[in-house]
């Protein structure tokens, strides 16, 4: 069973870019998919990019193409997403997940990490 840890995140100001950072705390992360989400209150969880095991395989929310990216170090066992012209409305608690085959489903998948709470300010 492998757990994620999570960091990054943060308050920053429109515009800026910020970096949220997956670990896997055991070697099968690697051979794992990774998605990330995201949740404001209220609302359900949206999906917000994932990149299969072999990172030949990503797919970006619409609305996010161009903004973020999501990239994966298998010799630092974690992934990345990279986001820029960061703007309010992308205000929510940003979660990693991993399964074994990529989907946008969050249903689908069985590890969580804890979430970070990434805050932008106009």
């Known amino acids: 069973q492998v757990q994620l840890v999570q960091s990054g995140g943060g308050l920053v100001q429109a515009g800026a870019s910020l970096r949220l950072s997956c670990s896997g705390t055991?070697?099968?992360?690697?051979?794992?998919?990774v998605g990330w989400f995201r949740q404001v209150p209220g609302h359900a969880r949206e999906f917000v990019a994932v990149?299969?095991?072999?990172?030949?395989?990503?797919v970006y929310a619409d609305s996010l193409k161009g903004r973020f990216t999501i990239s994966r170090d298998k010799a630092k066992n974690t992934v990345y997403l990279q986001m820029s012209n960061l703007s309010p409305e992308d205000t929510a608690v940003y979660y990693c997940?991993?399964?074994?085959?990529?989907?946008?489903?969050?249903?689908?998948?069985?590890?969580w990490g804890l979430g970070t709470q990434v805050t932008v300010s106009s």
């Open positions: 997940a991993a399964r074994g085959d990529a989907s946008r489903d969050a249903d689908d998948y069985n590890y």
């Open positions: 990149i299969s095991w072999s990172s030949t395989f990503i």
């Open positions: 055991t070697q099968s992360f690697g051979s794992y998919a």
